[in-house]
């Protein structure tokens, strides 16, 4: 499976390509295949997202899970802290204060 991430222009937030708009939740993310080029150039023209990329990932029960472990950090939040850890089902997981 290849997903795209990203950093939101405006926020910096770690955001996911959920198939119509960003996401902050890699369980969101959708199998791009063949399209991840085209994905990235429109919504970076479109300044929604920079530093965008695809990369490799695996999907089960538990969820989405990217294959290195550098995404794996970007989708769930530190490994130090857990209280800093990224919930899904957090309410309070998409206020961001700038």
Known sequence: ????????????AVTWWDGAAWSLHVNDAMDVG???????????AARRVVSAYVIDASSDVDGIR????????????????????LKPAD???GTWVI
Do not use: Q, W, Y
Request: aromatic share 0%; no cysteine; hydrophobic share 40%.
């Open 66 to 85: 990217p294959a290195h472990i550098k995404d794996r950090i970007r989708a769930l939040g530190p490994t130090v802290r857990l209280d800093l850890s």
């Open 1 to 12: 499976m290849k997903i795209v991430t990203g950093n939101d222009l405006k926020t910096g």
């Open 91 to 93: 309410p309070a997981a």
């Open 34 to 44: 063949d399209h991840s080029a085209d994905i990235i150039a429109r919504e970076e």
